[in-house]
């Protein structure tokens, strides 16, 4: 696959269809962010591409929500059901510890910035370990649906971030 900037994002079909962030799964076991704004900024494309990377998370049970704030924006929620993946057949396994950040024009589809950064082994653990969990669990989506909408409802995403539980990506 061809990611360059300029050009029509080439995992489009695979990333929710609304404007927003989100973390996905590949079928080669790597994951990746999409960042999917309309009208993206020059400072937003800068920030993506060279900003400091900042991670947090806020975890409940086997609950898990991903933070990620990028140089001066504003932190990001990263969602992220591992079930609808193995819903559709695709073994999830994570095999890559690249984690690769795309910002996506919304309004045309088109790639305007990309960053890929090396995660530490804990802090894939972290993670995977739980996802691997939620895998396991028949209900895990309405479960987590519920848990979200909850958080959403009662804090912002700044608030959110204050309460994250940060975590070194390095």
């Not at 973390?23 to 800068?46: H, P, Q, V």
């Not at 045309?108 to 972290?126: C, D, E, T, Y």
Request: some cysteine; proline content about 4%; aromatic content about 14%.
């Amino acid at each position: 696959m061809l990611f360059a900037i300029g050009e029509t994002f080439p995992l489009i079909g695979v990333i929710p269809k609304g404007e927003g962030t989100t973390l996905n799964y590949t079928a080669d076991g790597s994951l990746f962010m999409a960042i999917k704004w309309s009208n993206i900024s020059s400072k937003e494309k800068r920030e993506v591409k060279n900003g400091v990377i900042q991670f947090r998370y806020i975890q409940e049970d086997d609950n898990i929500l991903m933070l990620m704030k990028l140089g001066t924006l504003p932190p990001m929620e990263f969602p992220f059901d591992p079930t609808i993946y193995t819903k559709k057949g695709v073994e999830f396994k994570v095999r890559s510890n690249i984690l690769s950040i795309y910002a996506i024009e919304h309004t045309n589809h088109k790639l305007v910035s990309m960053r890929a950064i090396g995660l530490h082994q804990n802090f894939l653990n972290n993670f995977c370990n739980i996802w691997e969990q939620n895998v396991k669990n028949k209900k895990f989506t309405n479960d987590y649906k519920y848990w979200l909408d909850k958080l959403f409802c009662s804090f912002t995403t700044n608030e959110l971030w204050s309460k994250g539980i940060p975590i070194d990506w390095k």
